[in-house]
């Protein structure tokens, strides 16, 4: 089977830089990944967190960056003025919408609650049929294994299938995970049970 073309990946992570130095480790390897392979990052356009991380380390490596950045963000001085492209979006909900549009993947790193509501809802598009664009978890330093372990509950108490479960990547390693992207199949299995 053919693997899927990925051209540019939506990278959803945290403004902040977390408790550990591995996961800025991870940002780092996972832009450097991106970068080498010529897949440009879009994300969300600030110079903040494991963010800038990622966005700084595709640079380094070559690749292209395309920032999309809220209008009140880019006032308060966050934008990121290194990248290939700028773009400033009106609203959080255009924002998405926007990277949603221009990516043809999704990786999630460690982040808070706007990191998981952004991998949330890619996940819940694809599965609603809305997009077919495959959905990653960089699982740095285990950050996802208990949100793994809740989506599992989910289908042990009959909220979501199991073929449901398996329809997102996951992997420590960056470059294993933008393999398992190129090469993800589509779950066509209904969301009801």
């Known amino acids: 089977m053919p693997s899927r073309q990925i051209k540019a990946v939506a990278v959803f992570c945290g403004s902040n830089f977390g408790a550990s130095d591995d996961f800025a480790d991870g940002a780092r390897a996972l832009g450097r990944a991106l970068g080498e392979a010529r897949i440009t990052v879009v994300y969300g356009g600030t110079t903040k967190g494991l963010m800038g991380i990622v966005a700084d380390a595709a640079l380094e490596a070559g690749g292209e960056v395309h920032g999309v950045i809220t209008e009140s963000l880019h006032r ?9 492209t700028h773009e400033i979006a009106q609203t959080l909900r255009s924002r998405k919408e926007r990277m949603v549009e221009l990516a043809d993947a999704f990786i999630a790193l460690p982040g808070g609650i706007g990191t998981i509501e952004e ?55 960056p470059g294993a995970l933008i393999g398992k992207l190129h090469n993800y199949v589509r779950v066509d299995v209904p969301k009801w049970l």
Not at 76 to 82: E, T
Not at 131 to 152: C, E, Q, R, S, Y
């Open 76 to 84: 308060r001085g966050h934008s990121h003025a290194k990248l290939t």
């Open 119 to 173: 991998l949330m809802e890619v996940w819940t598009m694809n599965q609603l049929s809305e997009i077919d664009k495959p959905v990653g978890l960089l699982n740095t330093a285990g950050f996802f294994t208990a949100f793994l372990k809740f989506i599992d509950h989910m289908v042990d108490t009959k909220f979501l299938p199991a073929p449901h479960r398996h329809s997102i990547s996951v992997d420590a390693d």
